[in-house]
C-alpha cells in the first residue's frame, strides 16, 4: 500500500516552528534578514528529503497476535456533535503490542518489568538504519545474519576485514528486516496468521553476541516465530540485555533496501511494557 499522506506529515513542522519562532522574535525582538534566511535554506533542505512512513493505520481490520477478530472496534465516540454534544470526544481501547509497536525489556521478563524496564526507559535517539531484504523462504536465522545480510549493506559501510570475515559489521546499530511478511501482506489480513517469518533463537542469539544492533525491525507482530518456546526464548535473548529495542508490525511496503535515518517515537507509557509507536524514515 503507497503511503500518499507521508509528504503532508513533517513537512508541516518546519514550517510551523518558523511561524513559532517569528512570532516569538517578534515579541522579543526582531529576526535578522539572515536569521530568516537561514531558517527558510534549512525548510527547503528538509523538504527535499524523501519521508516514507513505515507505521500501518489503527483499523478495526488490522491483525491482533494470535486472534481472528483483529483490533475490532477500539475507538468509540463518548460524545458527538451530530447528538448535541460540545464535541466528539473518542475514547479507545489498545493493547500495548497493537499495530506498529515497539517492545520494553520487561515484556519478557519479570524482575525487569517490576525494576521499571517500561517503554519510557527506551533509547531511541534519530539515527542511520539499514533496511534488509531477507530470503523469501526463510526466517531470521544465524545463517542469515551471518552470510545474508553481507550482500546487502552498501560497501561503504565495511572494512575490508569485515568483507573478508563475512560478518555484520561491528557498528551498524539499527536494522529493519523486510520479510516475505511484506509479500504476502499479512498486516492487511484480519486473521492472525502464524507461519509469519521472524528470528529464530539462533538467529537472536547470534544478534546479541556477535553485532551492535540495538534497534530490530520487523514486519509482522512478533520479532519471534511463532512456536511458544521460541516466543519466549527470542524475546527474552533480545530484550534481557535492555539496550535492545524490538520494533514489530512495521509498513515496509514502500522502503526498498537502502540507508536511511529512523524515527520512531512511542507513547511514554510509564509501566508499558509495549507501546504503539509512530516510526518515520528519511532519505
Ligand atoms: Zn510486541
Redesign the pocket.
Known sequence: MTNHNTSLFCPLLPLAAVLALVSVTSVAGAVSPSDLQKIMEEERNYMKKKVIDICHKYVPDLPAYGSNNGLGNFIKLETSIKLGGLSNYSVFKLAT?SGT?V?APG?FNQTLFESGYDVVTLHLPALNVLVVDTPRDKNITDMFLIFGIISCLPTYLFSSDIKRSLNIPRGVKRVLFRTLNTDRRLMYKKEFESSYAAFTSDGAEYLVQNTDIKLIGVDYL?VAINPKEELVKVHQLLLDPKDII?V?GLNLDDAVPGVYTIHCVPLRLVHGD?SPTRCILFQ
Open positions: 503490542h509497536h517492545d515484556h512478533s524490538p514489530e509495549g
